[in-house]
């Protein structure tokens, strides 16, 4: 069995200040991660994935996040946020040998002025 | 946009009507995926079809009936749904030829919400 863990349901963030979302997972055999955006009143969009390779990835909008396989973790992160990132952010998991995708319960990133 | 369009937006159903909710991908996919999205729970993988076939259905209740008639097309027919049903409804699509490296695509969701 498997299963993500978002530790912070809300994150409450200054203009151009630097952000971290923690996402924590647990598997017993090599896993694909996600980072899913979902901007008020609509879906969930990519943000970055990590398949294999370089365990900093970098995505859209200027986030980046890490893989760190010994802590079982993959934070995202994002060095100035604008206003424009107040949003859910969602992580998620697919193991090798399986198709389906393990969402975590999202954190809630909201950039005040 | 992302290429893959829901409609409706937006549902208000009685507990005793039959309604569908249509999600179309352009982006040819061979993949298609139904969650749901309930408040302060993790999103909840419904069905799956890959190439038309269903080949997952995550112990979904019976009220709910998805139909994929061709690849570009998915359908969830609903029919005497409760209260808890309401919810956000999420289609997904992906290559289905990528294997485990397949990434998923989303559309806005259908909101509904069931009196």
């Known amino acids: 069995a498997q299963s993500v863990t978002q530790l912070d349901s809300q994150v409450p963030v200054f203009e151009e200040a630097p952000v971290e979302l923690r996402c924590n997972y647990s598997s017993s055999v090599s896993v694909y991660l996600f980072w899913y955006v979902q901007y008020p009143n609509q879906g969930l969009q990519l943000l970055l994935k990590y398949l294999s390779g370089s365990t900093l990835v970098k995505g859209i909008n200027g986030f980046e996040a890490e893989f760190n396989k010994s802590q079982t973790s993959f934070h995202l992160r994002k060095p100035s946020v604008h206003i424009s990132d107040t949003a859910e952010y969602f992580c998620a998991v697919r193991r090798t040998g399986a198709n389906n995708l393990f969402f975590g319960t999202g954190t809630r990133l909201t950039v005040i002025p | 946009e992302t290429g893959v369009t829901q409609t409706p937006r937006h549902l208000v159903m009685g507990m005793t009507n039959k309604k569908s909710l249509k999600c179309e991908q352009h982006?040819?996919?061979?993949?298609m995926y139904w969650y749901k999205q309930s408040a302060k729970k993790p999103l909840e993988l419904m069905f799956v079809y890959n190439f038309k076939e269903q080949t997952e259905n995550n112990s979904v209740p019976s009220r709910f009936s998805p139909e994929c008639p061709n690849s570009s097309h998915l359908f969830l027919h609903l029919h005497t749904l409760q209260p808890e049903d309401s919810a956000l409804y999420l289609c997904a699509s992906s290559p289905g030829t990528e294997g485990w490296t397949d990434t998923q695509y989303f559309g806005p969701g259908t909101r509904l919400t069931v009196l």
């Open positions: 982006l040819g996919h061979n993949a």
